[in-house]
């Protein structure tokens, strides 16, 4: 009979043992695929991010190529008006109405580039907030896949240490 209550002691140590080695394994896994996850969304949300800040950037050039027609619309109507004027009179066009009409174009080459300008700094300012957000996601996903995989490390040394316990603690209840 000592040797059947021997081994029943012994058999549930060590289905103790195996079971939380187990147990350990599985929360092991799940830290790690918790930082893999991390990892993932991270992705995820950068490409969403840049697919945003390219149709935004669009948007911008889009609304700048529009900025530039109209001006180049009403500055070409503008010019047209005061040859209109200068010879409807029936005056051969001066040198005072060259000069005006000279000054209206180089407003009008001072605006569009002044919208080029605009556009492009914007498109920067779009660009190097979404670069600096994406570093920012990045960052903290490796942070927290980093962290998860040393609480996983740290789950399966403690699981060796309780192997380690275990077998002695099953060796000495086995030889009571």
Do not use: P
């Amino acid at each position: 009979m000592t040797w059947l209550a021997t081994g029943l002691t012994v058999g549930s140590s060590a289905y103790s043992i195996y079971s939380g080695m187990e147990s350990g394994k599985a929360k092991g896994k799940f830290m790690e695929e918790q930082g893999r996850q991390s990892m993932l969304t991270a992705y995820r949300r950068i490409a969403n991010r840049n697919k945003t800040s390219y149709l935004a950037t669009e948007d911008v050039k889009e609304r700048g190529g529009d900025a530039v027609i109209n001006q180049y619309m009403a500055s070409n109507k503008d010019i047209a008006n005061t040859k209109a004027e200068a010879s409807g009179s029936g005056a051969v066009i001066s040198g005072t109405v060259k000069d005006v009409m000279r000054s209206k174009e180089k407003q009008l080459d001072a605006v569009v580039t002044s919208i080029n300008d605009n556009t492009q700094r914007n498109i920067e300012g779009i660009t190097r907030d979404t670069i600096a957000q994406n570093k920012e996601d990045l960052i903290t996903a490796q942070t927290t896949q980093n962290f998860m995989n040393q609480q996983a490390n740290d789950q399966y040394k403690a699981n060796q240490r309780k192997l380690v316990s275990g077998i002695i603690s099953t060796a000495a209840s086995g030889y009571s």
